[in-house]
């Protein structure tokens, strides 16, 4: 009987080699997956802009993670490099790329921001990625890359935005993406509600004619038309504010002139008809007078020279800084004056003083437009006479209490104005015969008269001023007194010839 050979060892070796190798292999593949770090942070500043049509930059900055203890990194650090991102900005503002810069200066030439995509929701992505070899351009643990982005959001809201880092430099391939640390929070711009800090008269006052309650006078200007005046919103840096509709907005009105440190309160004036100037805003705007709801617009019921408005509104809560508006005039007569024939004023008086009235005649007509008559007495009459304190038509060189300043103005026209002063102006002249009454006159255009000045630097209307002289005496076209009259009553009087000359002169 023949004996089995024994078995042989050797493969059984073999075997065991091969099973200790495979053991080796399986376990290196997740010793190196846990040793890869990829830990990224993100910002955006700033974190808050104020909703407007005018474009605001912004940053988003990604950052590769280094140990910061006190930081969203914490104690843990980035092992690679990372080369793109992703950033997805919300819907409802409009987004614009602007550049892309990075923390070691020479590596933002690699780097670029592809053109936007908008998504179907209207989120807009932008991609930045790196055109360099490997890692020579990438963002190293510690580094960073910066997206800059004009922002143009009109409406108050939260803007959330979310981005997406990867180690590849065109943001392409699976498994090489970073995260945020855990608890890392939301990218969030808070767009808020522009803030009105003042007040500014968007459109000045003009003109008012006197006129009463319910009075309707064919081609008066009894409102302040076409031009009404309106009040705007200004911020801190005095950037227009488009605030809400119906923001209420009040006016007083006050004689600044009197005394410039204590403005007297005015009355006067009604705005469609009441006392209280008030409306509400439209647009942004608050605009009083001359619209289709405001019939009455804004009207004088008794004389105020050189007036100012004062605007008042709350928003909201919060009194807003007052603003003062230019200085205007409530006059006694203030019409068109059309070219096809003479323009008439009523007599005007002053209780004691100057009574005057005007008649204006064709000399051409522009564009088929008429033009605007003013005309008053005994308005600014202390502060005009010692702008013109050269200008005295008193022998004594004393200035006549008595004697008012009249006011006209109308272009294109000829005019001759009618004054009349009363007995107890006369009698408080030594020398008041009627050939030695002289008439002081001031404009914008220089004439023949007896001492005439230039205007003078305290005097914002710039005006000539001087005696006039008999008609006979000058030639034309110069304003002159064609005749002096004395009343049997004992008044004085003189027809002046007013030429049609640019300006708005004045006479007493």
Not at 33 to 61: E, F, N, W
Not at 285 to 310: K, W, Y
Not at 370 to 386: H, I, N, S, T, Y
Request: with cysteine; glycine share 8%.
């Amino acid at each position: 009987m023949s004996r089995r050979p024994a078995p042989r060892r050797r493969p059984t070796a073999w075997l065991a080699l091969g099973a200790a190798l495979l053991a080796s292999v399986v376990l290196a593949g997740p010793a190196a997956a846990g040793s890869a770090t990829r830990l990224y942070t993100d910002s955006v500043a700033p974190v808050s802009v104020v909703a407007a049509k005018t474009a605001t930059t912004v940053s988003v900055t990604l950052r590769n993670c280094k140990s910061e203890p006190l930081g969203p990194c914490g104690s843990r650090t980035s092992t690679l490099p990372f080369g793109s991102a992703e950033v997805t900005l919300p819907a409802g503002a409009a987004w614009t790329p602007s550049g892309v810069t990075t923390s070691r200066a020479e590596r933002a030439a690699a780097w670029s921001a592809t053109p936007p995509r908008v998504l179907t929701d209207g989120r807009t992505v932008v991609r930045l990625r790196n055109n360099a070899s490997g890692t020579t351009a990438a963002i190293e643990p510690g580094e960073s890359v910066t997206l800059k982005l004009l922002l143009t959001a009109e409406t108050a809201g939260m803007l959330t935005l979310t981005t997406a880092v990867k180690q590849s430099n065109d943001f392409s391939g699976n498994g090489n993406n970073f995260a945020r640390p855990a608890g890392s929070a939301a990218l969030v711009i808070t767009v808020t509600d522009p803030t009105p800090v003042k007040l500014r008269f968007r459109t000045q006052p003009s003109t008012v004619q006197v006129t009463k309650l319910g009075e309707r006078i064919a081609d008066a200007r009894q409102e302040m038309c076409p031009t009404p005046p309106s009040v705007e919103f200004l911020d801190a840096q005095d950037k227009v504010v488009r605030v809400k509709d119906d923001i209420e907005v009040s006016l007083r009105a006050l004689r600044p002139n009197l005394d410039p440190n204590n403005p007297v309160p005015y009355a006067g004036l009604r705005f469609s008809g009441l006392a209280t100037l008030t409306t509400t805003t439209k647009g942004g705007v608050a605009t009083f007078g001359c619209t289709t709801d405001q019939p009455g617009g804004i009207t004088g019921q008794e004389l105020g020279a050189r007036l100012t408005l004062v605007a008042k509104a709350e928003y909201p809560g919060k009194v807003l800084e007052e603003a003062t508006s230019a200085e205007f005039d409530v006059l006694p007569f203030y019409v068109f004056c059309r070219g096809t024939g003479p323009c008439i004023t009523p007599e005007l008086n002053v209780p004691g003083g100057t009574s005057a009235k005007v008649v204006a005649t064709p000399a051409s007509v522009r564009d088929n437009e008429p033009d605007l008559f003013q005309f008053a007495v005994g308005l600014d009459d202390a502060k005009e006479k010692e702008t013109y304190a050269a200008c005295n038509p008193e022998p004594t060189q004393a200035r006549n209490p008595y004697r008012n300043v009249v006011r006209v103005d109308v272009a294109d026209h000829d005019k001759t104005a009618t004054l009349r002063w009363s007995k107890q102006a006369v009698q408080w002249a030594t020398d008041n015969g009627a050939k030695k009454w002289d008439i002081c006159f001031a404009a914008a255009k220089e004439f023949v008269g007896r001492g005439v000045t230039a205007p003078v630097a305290a005097d914002p209307l710039k005006l000539w001023h001087g005696t006039l002289l008999p008609c006979d005496r000058v030639a034309k076209p110069n304003p002159c007194v064609s005749r002096l009259f004395r009343e049997a009553g004992g008044e004085q009087g003189a027809l002046i010839s007013i030429p049609n000359v640019p300006g708005d002169p004045k006479m007493w």
